[in-house]
């Protein structure tokens, strides 16, 4: 398996009335964050938060290219975020064990933090069209270039591990500093990766290794 340490180019916050950062995704633009009872946009360029969402958010985030997707304990709700309004709500395939959430090929991909696995789920209805098990607890979930990755973290430990969508073997691990937490994942589609850092309140950027 490929190891390297974590290259950690920025963090961001910790943020006001943040306690904990769940999930992370991006749009494009801003990386957005699950911050328990918002979901908040942060301009990575000025580390500056420019909007809020007040919805529950305590676990993994997505986009799919139109609309958020925000894990709320035991379900996945769909987000307008022109409006914040919520205009679907599925189950959630871990019953609120569930931990991060990506968008790809159509589908969301929903990590099931101590079961140790990934789901592959329809997005209109929550079906489980694919489970993946992984050998380490399961935080953010993200796809780089038809890669899978995931986070992980265990006691004082966590990194980011690509493993095979087929066998869930781990392929590749980047290690991150004893005691820095990394609960969302998300791929910019350039050179980072956008952590949760759970209850430091942060976010931290990542430099993708080549």
Not at 56 to 69: K, N, P, S, V
Not at 76 to 85: L, M
Not at 161 to 173: H, K, M, N, V
Request: proline share 5%; charged share 25%.
């Amino acid at each position: 398996m490929k190891h390297s340490t974590a290259e950690i180019i920025r963090e961001y916050g910790p943020f006001p009335d943040t306690n904990n950062v769940a999930g992370v995704t991006w749009d494009g633009k801003h990386v957005w964050f699950a911050a328990g009872d918002r979901l908040n946009a942060l301009d990575p360029a000025t580390g500056e938060t420019v909007r809020s969402i007040d919805i529950a958010a305590d676990a993994g985030t997505a986009f799919d290219g139109r609309h958020l997707f925000q894990i709320a304990e035991d379900r996945i709700q769909k987000i307008d975020p022109k409006t914040g309004g919520v205009i679907a709500t599925i189950p959630a395939p871990g019953g609120g064990g569930d931990s991060g959430l990506a968008w790809a090929e159509g589908t969301l991909w929903v990590g099931h933090y101590r079961e140790r696995k990934i789901y592959q789920i329809d997005p209109d209805t929550g079906a489980i069209l694919r489970t993946i098990e992984t050998t380490r607890f399961v935080t953010g979930v993200t796809w780089v270039d038809g890669e899978l990755w995931h986070g992980t973290w265990e006691g004082d430990e966590s990194d980011l591990r690509r493993i095979d969508p087929q066998t869930g073997e781990a392929l590749e691990r980047i290690e991150l500093p004893a005691g820095t937490g990394v609960s969302g994942l998300e791929f910019d589609g350039g050179e980072q990766f956008f952590c949760g850092g759970g209850t430091s309140g942060t976010v931290r950027a990542v430099r993708r290794p080549r």
